[in-house]
C-alpha cells in the first residue's frame, strides 16, 4: 500500500488586545507627548516555574517633559496593588531618551503580596502585573496606560517544532528504518496545565490529548487520555524511552496502540523553537 506521509501546515494566531484604565490620577497619559509621563515598559514575561531564576524588565522613558521618578506598583491575581520600587529619572529624559531595567527573582516578585515561599504552589496562568505612575517636575501624577503581565507558566511549555515517525504493521513501509507515515510541524504551542505537565495531540488527531509530566529525574510519564488501548514506550525497542533534555529543551516520547496486524507505534521529538 501507498506510504501516506502527513503534512500539516503551522497557524500563526495574532490577537489584538486593548487596556483601558480608569482616571485616577491628577492626570492619564493619552499618548500626548506635551502632557508627558510617557513611559513604555516591557510588555509581558513568562515566569516558568522551577526554569526562572532572575530576569529583567526593561523600561523605556522617552525624550520629553522631566520625570522626576517612576513608581512601579504591583499586584497578583486576587491580590491587592502594593507600591514595588520607585525609579529614579531626575529629569534625564529632558535631555534624551533612557532605559531602566528592573531586575526579578522570586523573592523580589512576592515581596509585599503575602504569597507563598515554594512558587511550586502558583497556578498556571495566573500573573503579576507591574503598572507604573510618573512624578513631574511640576508635581503632576500620570498613570501610563502600558502595563507588565509576568505570566506563570512552567519550565517547559512553549512553542515547538515537532517530527514524528508513525509504524503501522500492515499498511507500508517497514520498522525500524522506514516509518509508514511522517509528520513535521513547524511550531506547535505546547501549553502548561501544571507546574510539570503539559499537553500535546495523539499522533495526528488534535482531538486527542497526551499528558506530558516530566520528572525530577527529567524521565518522562505520559498520561494517555481518552486512549485506554495505548500505552507508553515502544513495545518492540525498549530503549525508546520518554525523555527530557535539560541542555537543549528537547522532549522524546514514544507510545503506540494495538490493531489488527499488530501495534501502530509512534516516535516524537519536540525541539524548542
Not at 505570566?151 to 512553542?159: D, H, L, P, Q
Not at 507500508?172 to 505546547?190: F, Q, T
Request: with cysteine.
Amino acid at each position: 500500500m501507498k506510504k501516506i506521509i502527513y503534512s500539516i501546515l503551522s497557524l500563526v494566531i495574532v490577537a489584538m488586545f486593548f487596556t483601558s484604565c480608569e482616571k485616577t490620577y491628577d492626570d492619564f497619559m493619552t499618548g500626548d507627548a506635551e502632557i508627558g509621563g510617557i513611559v513604555l515598559p516591557m510588555s509581558s514575561f513568562p515566569y516558568k516555574l522551577g526554569g526562572t531564576t532572575t530576569f529583567d524588565v526593561t523600561v523605556d522613558i522617552p525624550k520629553g517633559p522631566g520625570i522626576v521618578s517612576v513608581e512601579v506598583y504591583k499586584t497578583y491575581t486576587g491580590k491587592a496593588e502594593v507600591l514595588d520600587q520607585t525609579i529614579d529619572v531626575s529629569s534625564a529624559n529632558a535631555v534624551e531618551s533612557i532605559t531602566k531595567i528592573l531586575t526579578y527573582d522570586y523573592a523580589a516578585l512576592i515581596q509585599g503580596l503575602s504569597m507563598p515561599a515554594d512558587e511550586s504552589e502558583l497556578n498556571i496562568g495566573d500573573k503579576w502585573t507591574l503598572s507604573y505612575v510618573s512624578i513631574m517636575e511640576d508635581g503632576r501624577s500620570v498613570k501610563s496606560s502600558k502595563t507588565t503581565d509576568i505570566g506563570v507558566a512552567n519550565f517547559f511549555a512553549g512553542t515547538y517544532t515537532l517530527d514524528m515517525r508513525y509504524f503501522h504493521p500492515t499498511a507500508g513501509g517497514s520498522y525500524p528504518d522506514d516509518p509508514y507515515g511522517g509528520i513535521r510541524i513547524s511550531e506547535i504551542n505546547m501549553p502548561a496545565i501544571s507546574a510539570n505537565e503539559c499537553q500535546v495531540w495523539f499522533g495526528v488527531w488534535t482531538n486527542t490529548k497526551i499528558t506530558i509530566r516530566i520528572n525530577a529525574d527529567n524521565s518522562i510519564t505520559l498520561d494517555l487520555i481518552d486512549r485506554d488501548d495505548a500505552g507508553q514506550g515502544d513495545p518492540n525497542d525498549p530503549t525508546k524511552v520518554s525523555q527530557y533534555h535539560p541542555d537543549t529543551g528537547v522532549i522524546e516520547i514514544y507510545y503506540f496502540y494495538p490493531g489488527a496486524g499488530g501495534n501502530r507505534i509512534f516516535w516524537a521529538v519536540y525541539t524548542p523553537v
